[in-house]
């Protein structure tokens, strides 16, 4: 099983709608949970940080964290053509002592459609 | 405040020479992790440097390496090139501590001919 693993798309979603991307990860003493988005080209930039289950909105971006179910989601709500991108699941694993090393998803490209 | 800097951002380099990539951290940051980054394999961890000393290490050969200074920046060597090697390298700045948040540079992107 791999440690952090996601959809790799692409999602389509039209202008306006809600974009729902999923990630489950396999460490369960992972204490915080990252999405960054990445554009073609372009290097990744994080966009939310969670680290309690339940929801965190940041404007139009909701993350959620279930720790029991070990899933991690990004809701993005009107949807943007400039949100097309892929979006990068990345959860802390513990290594010599500390958790220093991020371990990424593949990503998830995300196509919003006009 | 400052990003963090890579440089160079391209660069072209021949089989079985070296390379070696600079990255500046966000000021206050101690640590810096860099990645290699391709359509195939995703993004992949090289290793973290914190303080100076290598804290975390990736499944790479030891052609790969890098060192941090004293000012925290930090630099990735990559000897006798292959072909393979061509990639986005990435570093990432963090304070070093939980939650490990990380941010990353603009990236070098390395081909190799």
């Known amino acids: 099983q791999k440690e952090v693993e996601q959809n790799s798309g692409p999602l389509s979603v039209p202008e306006g709608a809600i974009a729902s991307l999923n990630c489950t990860y396999s460490d369960r003493v992972s204490q915080s949970f990252f999405w960054y988005r990445q554009y073609s080209g372009k290097s990744p930039e994080l966009i939310m940080s969670?680290?309690?289950?339940g929801d965190k909105e940041d404007g139009r971006f909701t993350a959620q964290l279930n720790k029991a179910s070990q899933y991690v989601s990004l809701l993005i709500r009107d949807s943007q053509p400039s949100d097309s991108a892929t979006y990068l699941c990345?959860?802390?694993?513990?290594?010599?002592?500390?958790?220093?090393?991020?371990?990424f998803g593949t990503g998830t490209r995300l196509q919003v459609m006009l | 405040k400052a990003g963090v800097t890579q440089t160079p951002r391209y660069l072209i380099k021949t089989r079985g020479q070296q390379v070696t990539l600079s990255c500046s951290p966000i000021?206050?940051?101690?640590?810096v992790s860099w990645y290699q980054q391709t359509p195939g394999q995703g993004l992949q961890f090289l290793f973290e440097y914190f303080s100076e000393t290598q804290r975390n290490k990736g499944n790479f050969p030891g052609r790969f390496s890098g060192r941090q200074f004293s000012n925290s920046r930090s630099e990735m060597n990559v000897s006798t090139l292959e072909l393979g090697d061509s990639a986005l390298y990435l570093c990432?700045?963090?304070?070093?501590?939980?939650?490990?948040?990380?941010?990353f540079g603009p990236g070098t992107r390395l081909t190799v001919t």
């Open positions: 969670i680290y309690s289950n």
């Open positions: 990432a700045s963090s304070l070093g501590d939980y939650p490990y948040e990380q941010y």
């Open positions: 990345a959860v802390p694993v513990i290594g010599t002592g500390t958790a220093s090393k991020l371990t």
């Open positions: 000021s206050g940051h101690r640590s």
